[in-house]
């Protein structure tokens, strides 16, 4: 009797633990778009945990279901295909850079949900070279952004104002230059989110 005592107090203590550290959900939704191949791991990651631990739920999209690889070796199987995203769905659409973010930059969906979220009055966040896919969407023309530093004359030449800053954020367009400003970014969203 004793024993089992012990193991339903033990059973309240780990339950109890447990909704004590998870974090409380605002009804935010996010969605982020990442490549099938080559997305950039801590841009990706390091966002995620931030809008996560802030109670936002998070849906990954990519090209396909397949296991997503990251250049730095991290691995991630997407919810759902860029097909089936729908921007009215989210609070935030949130594109991921790295060296396989390139096969959005000519992607008629990609352009679509940048567009259509723009539109629509969402949170639209790029990093990296994911910025340029905003450019290429025709949502960031006129607007502060920033991106890769050696990106930077291509938002220029396309009519944005480029800053060069870490982090930018222009109404509800929010971008960012790469993996060291990555938490910084994710930070903005969630302070983006909750105003």
């Known amino acids: 009797m004793r024993n089992i ?3 339903v107090l033990a059973a309240l203590f780990v339950i109890s633990f447990t909704f004590l550290q998870a974090p409380a959900q605002t009804g935010k939704k996010a969605v982020m778009l990442i490549a099938q ?13 931030v809008l996560e631990k802030n109670g936002i739920a998070v849906t990954v999209a990519s090209s396909s279901l397949a296991e997503a690889k990251g250049m730095n070796g991290g691995k991630f199987t997407p919810q759902v295909l860029l097909s089936g995203v729908k921007a009215g769905d989210f609070d935030a659409v949130i594109f991921i850079g790295g060296s396989g973010a390139a096969q959005y930059l000519d992607d008629p969906q990609a ?55 870490p982090v930018e954020i222009d109404g509800k367009i929010i971008t960012a230059d790469g993996p060291d400003s990555a938490v910084r970014f994710g930070e903005e969203i969630v302070k983006a989110l909750k105003d």
């Open 5 to 7: 005592g012990k193991f």
């Open 37 to 49: 191949d080559g997305f950039q791991d801590d841009e990706f990651f390091r966002p995620k945990e």
């Open 111 to 165: 352009h679509n949900l940048a567009q259509d979220a723009a539109v629509q009055g969402k949170i639209v966040g790029a990093i990296c070279i994911a910025s340029r896919i905003l450019v290429n969407a025709g949502v960031l023309k006129g607007k502060r952004a920033t991106v890769y530093p050696t990106e930077g004359d291509k938002l220029k030449a396309a009519g944005v104002i480029y800053t060069a800053m």
